[in-house]
């Protein structure tokens, strides 16, 4: 794979990592505004399990890319503790911390691996320019 698929796949984990964050913010807000929205499966507990599984594979690939050519293992620590986060909260965060805390820590485990990737393209794009 290419520097720029690799570039790619970390604006994906990013972009759908804000997505899941996203979701557990405008959600209770948007059920708060508009009641009729709660027929709608917006909290469904399948969007979270979703996302994981699109998640998970993205962003291991693209840290694992970025970590072969850069070699910071800051990046890989942050990807590993966030993708653990939102695993954990997806899978026990309802059952052990409630709504609540799955909340809280779904959006932390997020900015935790969106944080990795831009560490991580960051490195990246500077190594290829020292290699110029």
């Known amino acids: 794979m290419t520097n720029n698929m690799q570039s790619l796949l970390d604006k994906l984990a990013i972009?759908?990592?804000s997505l899941c964050a996203l979701h557990c913010i405008a959600t209770p807000i948007l059920l708060a505004l508009l009641p009729s929205l709660s027929a709608l499966p917006l909290n469904d507990h399948l969007y979270h399990e979703v996302m994981v599984w699109l998640v998970l594979p993205t962003s291991t690939i693209a840290v694992l890319m970025g970590c072969q050519r850069h070699r910071d293992a800051k990046v890989l620590m942050f990807a590993i503790v966030g993708l653990l986060t939102l695993v954990a909260s997806s899978v026990y965060g309802h059952d052990?911390?409630?709504e609540v805390g799955?909340?809280?820590l779904t959006l932390a485990g997020a900015f935790i691996v969106a944080y990795a990737h831009w560490r991580n393209?960051?490195?990246c794009r500077k190594q290829v320019c020292c290699k110029k």
């Open 96 to 98: 052990i911390v409630g």
């Open 102 to 104: 799955e909340k809280l």
């Open 121 to 123: 393209v960051k490195l």
């Open 15 to 17: 972009g759908l990592s």
